[in-house]
């Protein structure tokens, strides 16, 4: 399983921004794949998280309502819609990936994914 994340950039605080996680060797639906985000001097965090056998997702309570996760079977990529970003959203973006097995489990506070892609890095300034 491989992974590649793109779609960061610069944009001013209440703009938006798409990811994009591209999926290859896998084409099961067996999994979960989930967004984390990394800032200068913090921890990672799961921002959202999406189990492929259902599409059930999670998010960080900080982007809930503001970020949107989804899938597109056809291509094998995992979208993330950012909206309304603030200052707190700068950061690597990275994608993951884990086996499930199927089921609908899917959890953004889980750190032992197997497969991570590089990050994408997402600014927001004015």
């Known amino acids: 399983v491989q992974l590649q994340a793109s779609g960061g950039g610069l944009v001013q605080p209440g703009g938006s921004l798409n990811l994009s996680c591209v999926i290859s060797g896998h084409n099961k639906d067996d999994y979960f794949i989930g967004w984390f985000r990394q800032a200068p001097r913090k921890q990672r965090e799961g921002v959202s998280c999406m189990a492929s056998s259902d599409g059930t997702s999670h998010y960080l309570s900080s982007v809930r309502g503001r970020f949107i996760i989804s899938r597109d079977k056809a291509v094998n990529t995992y979208y993330l819609q950012m909206k309304n970003l603030t200052p707190d959203d700068s950061g690597w973006y990275y994608c993951?990936?884990?086996?499930?097995?199927?089921?609908?489990?899917?959890?953004?506070?889980?750190?032992?994914?197997?497969?991570w892609g590089k990050g994408t890095l997402v600014t927001v300034s004015s």
């Open positions: 993951a990936w884990v086996y499930t097995g199927g089921t609908s489990w899917c959890d953004v506070t889980y750190f032992g994914m197997t497969v």
